[in-house]
C-alpha cells in the first residue's frame, strides 16, 4: 500500500487508460477521484464498484475539461490533491484546410489547456504539502508527427512541454511532473476504428490491427491500459522522486524507429 494516506485525481477516468490509471492507484492505496463531464448514474456507480474491488476511497466528480471553470473547481471539489493525472482526451482526424476550426478549439481545451488549469488548481496544496506528482498523459504523437491529426499532435507536444515547465518551477520541493506516452493502446476510442478501418481497407480485424494499426508499434502488440497504471504508480515512487519533467514511452517500441 505504498500510496495509502495519497489523494489521487485522474481527469477523463470513465473509461480506457484513466480508468486504468485509477484502478492502479486505488490498488496502490490512495484515495482517488474519477471524472468525466457526464453526470449519470453510472458515473458514480463506476466509482462504487471501483472502491468495493480495491478497498479505496473512491468517488465521481463531474466536471467539464473543456471549461476552465470547471477543471480548477474539480480540483477545489476534490480538497486538494497529492496526485493529479491529466489524461482526459479527444481525437479528430482531417486534413488542416479541412479541420473544423470548432474541432480545433475543443482538442486544445480538453487536450492541453485543462492540464494547465488543474496544475495550477493543484500545486499551492503540493507546495504546502512538500509533496506531490503530475502525471501528464501525452502520447508518441507527443514526440513524433502523423499526417491529419493536427490539433491533437499539436496539443500533445504541448503537452510535454508544459511538463518540462512544470517540473522546473516545482523542481526542489518534493514535486515531480512527467508525461507518459503511450502508444496505441486498445481502449473504447481505438476499438471503436477498427470496423471503419475495416471497411477502408477492405481487410479483416486481425490485419487491419497488424499491418494498419500497429505498423508503428515494432513489438506487434498493444500498450496495456493496466501497463499506464503501472507506470503510473511507479512515478509516485519514492524510486522516481528524481525523475521529473521528462517523458516515459509505453509504446513497444514506436519512437525508437
Ligand atoms: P477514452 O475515450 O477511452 O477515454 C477518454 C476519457 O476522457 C473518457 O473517460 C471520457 O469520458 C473523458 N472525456 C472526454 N471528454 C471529456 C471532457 N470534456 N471532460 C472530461 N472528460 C472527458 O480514450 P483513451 O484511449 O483512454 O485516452 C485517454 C488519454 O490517453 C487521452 O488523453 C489520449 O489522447 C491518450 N492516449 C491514448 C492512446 C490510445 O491508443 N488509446 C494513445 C496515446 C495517448
Given amino acids: 500500500m505504498q500510496l495509502k494516506g495519497k489523494r489521487a485525481v485522474v481527469t477523463g477516468s470513465t473509461s480506457g487508460i484513466g480508468l486504468g490509471i485509477a484502478r492502479e492507484l486505488a490498488r496502490a492505496g490512495a484515495s482517488v477521484v474519477i471524472n468525466s463531464f457526464t453526470d449519470a448514474p453510472e458515473d458514480h456507480a463506476l466509482a462504487k464498484d471501483l472502491a468495493a474491488e480495491t478497498s479505496a476511497d473512491v468517488r465521481y ?14 480540483i477545489e471539489q476534490a480538497g486538494g490533491c497529492d496526485i493529479l493525472v491529466n489524461n482526459a482526451g479527444i481525437q479528430h482526424v482531417a486534413r488542416i484546410e479541412e479541420f473544423p476550426v470548432e474541432k480545433w478549439d475543443a482538442i486544445i481545451a480538453i487536450n492541453l489547456s485543462s492540464a494547465f488549469h488543474t496544475t495550477a488548481a493543484a500545486l499551492p496544496g503540493m507546495y504546502a504539502a ?3 506528482r503530475v502525471v501528464n498523459i501525452a502520447s508518441a504523437h507527443g514526440l513524433t508527427a502523423s499526417p491529419y491529426k493536427a490539433a491533437y499532435i499539436a496539443a500533445k507536444h504541448g503537452v510535454v512541454g508544459l511538463t518540462k515547465t512544470t517540473a522546473l518551477e516545482a523542481a526542489g520541493k518534493g514535486i515531480t511532473c512527467n508525461a507518459i506516452c503511450p502508444g496505441y493502446v486498445l481502449t473504447p476510442i481505438v476499438e471503436k ?29 498493444f500498450a496495456t491500459v493496466e501497463q499506464m497504471g503501472g507506470t503510473a504508480v511507479f512515478l509516485c515512487s519514492d524510486a522516481a522522486a528524481q525523475i521529473t519533467g521528462t517523458t516515459i514511452s509505453v509504446d513497444g517500441g514506436w519512437t525508437a524507429l
Wanted: proline share 7%.
Fill in 130 to 132: 512538500g509533496w506531490g
Fill in 61 to 74: 466528480i463531474q466536471a467539464d475539461m473543456s471549461k476552465p471553470d470547471q477543471c480548477r473547481a474539480l
Fill in 193 to 221: 476504428q477498427i470496423p471503419d478501418q475495416m471497411k477502408t481497407h477492405g481487410m479483416d480485424r486481425e490485419t487491419v490491427i497488424k499491418e494498419v494499426m500497429l505498423s508503428r508499434q515494432p513489438s506487434g502488440e
